[in-house]
């Protein structure tokens, strides 16, 4: 059994075929339109998978992806097939020290390209944009406002997805072309719907959700929410007691690994460096703090 201070970086599951390895899960093929989902322990930074991982961050993200699914299952469908590792197909039990806690058995969907991404907050990459134009991806925003300040109304900024690198901001008439207008007017529609009703949740909690990217495929012909949702990896979460709008927040995040990375000057090229035991520590408490809050759970 891989230990609670251990991370685990790759999964090796025998000769189950190997689909993808993205930054941070791994996707087995299992047959039958069936794929498996393991999300690991690594972490990445400025486009890079750096050498050390958070050790249980794998099991955190999709326990919290888990918990969301559950919540906004009457608002839409998930590719969630069970995440009970017990359940899996019989050639995965030789591999449940690897499974269990991080992994979940999803039916297979048709992705749309693009990223659809929600704003709620001027923060990131959408007010270095604001900053230069006065608009996020063809949105036109009201002049004179400041970093991290609150959006008149939620704001739909799609992203197309782009496997080398950052994702590349495209205004809505560019997701039209791609995917159809129609396709483009419901993932627009779900998107926002979704947002509505999870940073309602999460300011009860005591968190503001600033913004966050869902990625959705067609299931049978019907618009499905999958890969992950809502995780600290996925989305901006702060504190909600000490948002001061006009600068950077204190965020539930990699923000640790960012500055560390910041501070030795790594001009951000491959190898990627490790990390001091302190930032993992402190990264890894970050991500539970957020998922404490958000499930009121405090065990994994």
Request: proline fraction near 6%; include cysteine.
């Amino acid at each position: 059994m891989i230990s609670n201070n251990q991370a685990l970086l790759q999964t090796n599951l025998g000769n189950l075929p190997l689909i993808a390895r993205g930054k941070v899960r791994d996707i087995y093929d299992l047959g039958n339109d069936q794929l498996l989902f393991v999300a690991t322990d690594r972490i990445s930074a400025f486009d890079h998978v750096l050498a050390t991982g958070i050790p249980d961050k794998g099991r955190i993200l999709t326990q919290l992806s888990l918990f969301w699914f559950d919540l906004l299952k009457d608002t839409v469908k998930n590719h969630v097939l069970t995440s009970v590792a017990t359940e899996f197909p019989p050639p995965c039990t030789a591999y449940l020290d690897q499974l269990e806690g991080r992994s979940m058995l999803v039916k297979r969907a048709k992705m749309f390209p693009v990223e659809c991404v929600v704003r709620g907050y001027l923060s990131g990459s959408g007010w270095k944009d604001y900053q230069a134009n006065g608009s996020i991806c063809g949105v036109k925003l009201p002049s004179g406002l400041c970093e991290s300040e609150k959006l008149p109304e939620p704001i739909f900024t799609p992203a197309a997805k782009n496997n080398v690198g950052h994702d590349e901001n495209i205004s809505f008439e560019q997701m039209a072309n791609t995917i159809g207008q129609k396709a483009a007017e419901d993932l627009r529609q779900l998107t926002l719907q979704i947002y509505e009703k999870a940073s309602g949740y999460a300011a009860s909690k005591g968190l503001i959700l600033a913004d966050t990217k869902f990625e959705f495929g067609l299931i049978d012909g019907e618009i499905t929410l999958a890969d992950e949702v809502l995780t600290p990896d996925s989305s901006r979460y702060w504190p909600a007691e000490t948002y001061r709008p006009g600068g950077a927040q204190p965020s539930f995040d990699k923000q640790y690994v960012r500055d560390y990375l910041e501070s030795i000057h790594w001009n951000k090229q491959a190898p990627a460096p490790a990390l001091p035991s302190e930032v993992v520590e402190k990264t890894k408490a970050k991500y539970l703090e957020a998922f404490r809050l958000l499930t009121g759970r405090s065990n994994l």
